[in-house]
């Protein structure tokens, strides 16, 4: 079926007008009238293919929530006029060791992206939220609780569960002591998570103003990162550590924030890190780690977590057309903290 969408026709044109075709329903397929859809770093990145060479045309957008219009025939977990929201990935292969533990982000045979990803089942490529509507497997389609504004809830679909899955992995829990370092559009939701976990907050920041935005978030403390004083006084205080910092950087003088046998996990910077120094690891058994979204289940504790917290994205809704004013706003952290679109404007 023709759908308007918003593409990226090469990387260094502006975003435009675009139709295309969404399949037909298959007898497990849902069918969703998007009204949001949040802006994603991921989405810059692909429309100027700096993650390798990008399917052009392509239709970003992974941070999708509307309502269900249509369902196929076989589906069971969804009924027309369902609050729905679809995240970063609409298929896996349903039958490794991680998708049979319901870590489909981490399938052993590739999953299918939101967008510009090969759609080994169907065929083509996959267009994400920039559009009007979309067709996705009830398997990735994930319940949105009706008590949260809507608007708010499109960025839980990656910034949220990007920052749920590893404080959730390694066990936040109530009297943490937890460092969130870098506040934007993961470390804000990183904040707001942690807190609501019980952990004593540290938001960990080069920026004195950045500091006192997380204390109104619910830090319960900043540590300007930059100050060597400051840092001294907390090394080896940690529990855990969220990196949301999106560039390389020097990891070591947070490292060395952390206790025996501690954690930092990075989510932001996709890129080669300069050099870990091995002794500020073996000194006290520290640990350096990684995490990537997180499964369809584990995504839906997260909502639900959201609805029974109240806990949304701080956001700024723009128009369709205003796209690539956002994406220069969005490279120059002009953002508190995460723009989505409201897809009524396309």
Known sequence: ??????????????????????????????????DYCGVCHSDLHTAQSDWGPTNYPAVPGHEIVGRVEAVGSEVTKYKVGDLVGVGC?????????????DLEQYCENGFTGTYNSKNSKYGGIT???????????????????????????????????????????????????????????????????????????VMITTSESKGADAMKLGADEVLISKDPEQMKQHNYSFDFLLNTIPVAHDVNPYLLLLKLDKTMCMVGAIEPLPGVHGGVLINKR????????????????????????????????????????????????DVKYRFVIDLKTL
């Open 286 to 333: 520290r640990n350096i780690a990684g995490s990537l979204i997180g499964g369809i289940k584990e995504t839906q504790e997260m909502l639900d977590f959201c609805g029974e917290h109240n806990i949304v994205s701080d956001v700024e809704v723009i128009r369709m057309n205003e796209i690539n004013e956002a994406y220069v706003r969005m490279q120059n952290s």
């Open 89 to 101: 990935l609409v298929e896996s292969c349903k039958h490794c060791h991680s998708c049979d533990e």
């Open 127 to 201: 267009y994400g939220g920039y559009s009007e509507n979309i067709v996705v497997h009830e398997d990735f389609v994930l319940s949105v609780p009706t008590n949260l504004p809507l608007d708010a809830v499109a960025p839980l679909l990656c910034a949220g569960i990007t920052t749920w899955s590893p404080l959730r992995h390694w066990n936040v829990k109530k009297g943490d002591k937890v460092g969130i370092i870098g506040l934007g559009g993961l470390g804000h939701m990183g904040v707001k998570f942690a807190k609501a976990m019980g952990a004593h907050v």
């Open 1 to 34: 079926m023709s759908t308007k969408a918003y593409a990226a026709f090469n990387a260094v044109d502006p975003l435009g007008p675009h139709t295309i075709e969404r399949r037909n329903l298959d007898v497990n397929d849902v069918f969703i009238k998007i």
